[in-house]
């Protein structure tokens, strides 16, 4: 049984931390989520753990590490279904060749280099435990992600949700998402069927089946609740509660077979309707909880796990620094000459290459999976995880520099008629209400 | 075919086909690299307690039912931590199959007198033993007194999911 006290304790100092660090961030005009992420590392041994040793041993119990981690798991699993709510694949096509090239050029760049740089560290930070393979595909895909909701908040602060950069940015970040989660999925399954009794033909098996059955078959039935959205001007609780267990059903069913919980989640969202009042509606219900309550707990947690001390030495900080290098010239170079090549001004493209390269909380989830199945080691978790929180914080001092508002405008209006983006996005900065 | 759509296929090609023939290239040639020796994990460990209470600092671990070392490992470094709570903060380097390292006494061992020396351990790994297992020495290079402990450990089946070991970052 779960030390009440001890949880509710750990609960309330995480809410406090991560809330106060997310307002300090606000302030140098950082997306709140970027303050809670660093609150996180904060509360663990990198910095607590290191100066306050016994209080933090008094306040997260390694035996009370289990709940914590329970509960932020089913926080990261709504916030996956609500991210897979908010992307959707037919907003490529409206693109062209610009958000082709620039989705594609942004997944392959930083997976090449990522292998090149496993290469490397293959040797130095891994054991032979770990495949090469494994390795090499997992740091593609962690360092090819990029932060959709992260991405989606700076370009509504910013207004740009309707010009080219922001489309092409949306619509790029979706394809990424999408990809680098497929990926992600055959490196789990490739790790966990070296340790599972049924045979790697089943596994994928059973997940082309239930991939195939949800998107002809449950996709269909979705549709029923934008029509009762439609016909009601909302859901009903049982409505609500029905969606609610159908996303916990289809992350229970990926996890069983032999994937992991957020995938079924993900795919949830991925193939519920997409009008925009219907996705805002759904956004508006979930958010506040998932936001302001449940990914705090998965900051802490993650940050729990997250060791800078294990970063020691020159050559150590050398590999965090070669990491940080290869995950921003991939992502942010790679987006930048694609973006370029479909004739996009060069700032404008540098701009788009910047928000790209966010990689947020999108990131730590997928590092946590890496982590979980024991493709990387704790000191390659603690790089990585230092990777994400720089490439996400440079994001908007580098769009200051190099993208004002007015050349964002000016090539939109060259380019592109003004269109809104037809899907709402998750408010990573909600504060008890929608403020999209 | 129109300029933009051809300058678009030539990108497309130097890009992204090129780039990803290149992965296949890498991923084929990673293939040979060898990475250094798993030994993450639980390991059960084996001693003559008499013996090894009479190393500083020994009382504690000598004490304890069913030792463990627990070892949280990153490429060729290495962070452990024994049950009895005998060592913090205590980290090591593995060779091939030689491990080296060095253990400072934890706070709860601390009073116990002359614990206020480092101890060393070295060991050798026996990769070829199913379970795996560990056989080596610990020693106090500042007591010329103290004999050095010998001990086996023996590497327990590893669970799929990790829980985090607070302080060391494991997994």
New interface residues.
């Given amino acids: 049984m779960p030390n009440l006290f001890t949880l509710v304790l750990q609960i309330t100092v995480i809410l406090a931390v991560c809330r106060v660090a997310g307002s300090l961030f606000r302030k140098f005009h950082q997306p709140r989520v970027v303050g809670e992420m660093f609150a996180g590392v904060l509360l663990g041994?990198s910095l607590m753990?290191w100066i306050a040793?016994q209080f933090?041993?008094y306040l997260?119990?390694?035996s009370s590490?289990?709940f914590l981690?329970a509960l932020s798991q089913i926080g990261v699993v709504v916030f996956m279904f609500l991210v897979g709510l908010g992307i959707n694949p037919k907003e490529l096509k409206k693109h062209g060749?610009a958000a082709?090239?620039t989705s594609?050029?942004s997944i392959?760049?930083p997976?090449?280099l990522a292998?090149?740089l496993?290469?490397y560290l293959?040797?130095?930070?891994?054991?032979?435990?770990?495949?090469?393979?494994s390795l090499?595909?997992f740091l593609?895909a962690a360092m090819s992600v990029t932060a959709f909701p992260v991405l989606a908040r700076i370009l509504q602060e910013r207004d740009w949700l309707g010009s080219r950069l922001g489309t092409v940015a949306i619509a790029s970040a979706a394809v990424d998402d999408v990809t680098g989660w497929c990926i992600l999925a055959y490196i789990v399954v490739l790790t966990?069927a070296a340790?599972s009794a049924s045979p790697m033909y089943l596994t994928i098996g059973g997940i082309i089946g239930f991939a195939l059955l949800m998107i002809y078959g449950v996709q269909r039935l979705l549709l029923g609740f934008e029509k009762s959205y439609r016909e009601k001007g909302g859901l009903s609780e049982n409505a609500m509660a029905l969606m609610l267990l159908l996303v916990l059903c289809a992350a229970l069913c990926t996890e069983w077979l032999g994937l992991h919980l957020l995938f079924g989640a993900f795919l949830m969202g991925a193939i519920m309707p997409k009008e925009h009042h219907f996705v805002r509606y759904v956004l508006d219900r979930f958010e506040t909880i998932t936001v302001t309550l449940l990914l705090p707990l998965f900051f802490a947690?993650t940050g729990?796990?997250?060791?800078i001390?294990?970063v020691k030495g020159q050559e150590m900080w050398m590999y965090c620094g070669l990491i940080v290098l290869v995950a921003t010239v991939g992502k942010l170079g790679?987006s930048t000459?694609?973006a370029r090549?479909?004739?996009m001004p060069l700032r404008e493209a540098a701009g788009l290459g910047t928000l790209m390269n966010t990689r947020g909380l999108m990131e730590l989830v997928i590092l946590d999976i890496g982590?979980?199945?024991?493709v990387i080691?704790?000191?390659?978790?603690?790089m990585m995880v230092l990777m994400a929180l720089i490439t996400t914080f440079m994001a908007t001092p580098l769009l200051d520099v190099i993208c004002p508002d007015r050349l964002v405008w000016e090539g939109t209006e060259r380019a592109l008629k003004w269109q809104k983006p037809a899907v709402p996005q998750l408010d990573l900065d909600a504060t008890g209400g929608s403020a999209a | 075919m129109t300029s933009t759509a051809k300058r678009f296929a030539v990108s497309y090609v130097f890009l992204v086909f090129l780039p990803v023939l290149g992965l296949l290239g890498v991923l084929r040639q990673g293939r040979s690299l060898k990475a250094p020796m798993s030994v993450d994990g639980q390991w059960k460990l084996q001693f003559d307690p008499a013996q090894l209470a009479a190393l500083p600092c020994g009382k504690a671990l000598a004490s304890v039912e069913e030792p463990v070392l627990a070892i949280s490992q990153s490429g060729e470094r290495f962070t452990m931590t024994t049950s009895g709570g005998l060592a913090t903060a205590s980290s090591g380097v593995i060779q091939d199959t030689t491990l080296n390292a060095s253990l400072q006494p934890s706070e709860s061992t601390g009073h116990e007198s002359g614990c206020d020396r480092q101890l060393t351990l070295t060991a050798k790994l026996d990769p070829t033993a199913n379970p795996k297992s560990l056989s080596g020495m610990l020693s106090s290079k500042d007591c010329l007194a103290c004999a050095p402990v010998q001990f086996r450990a023996v590497r327990e089946a590893q669970a799929e999911h990790s829980q985090v070991k607070h302080g060391a970052g494991g997994r």
Avoid: C
């Fill in positions: 041994p753990g040793p933090s041993a997260f119990p390694p590490l289990g981690n060749h082709v090239l594609h050029v392959t760049a997976f090449v292998a090149f496993s290469f293959y040797p130095k930070l891994s054991d032979d435990s770990v495949t090469f393979i090499a595909l593609g966990r340790h947690f729990l796990r997250t060791n001390g294990l790679g000459i694609a090549l479909t004739t982590l979980d199945i024991k080691s704790p000191a390659l978790f603690s």
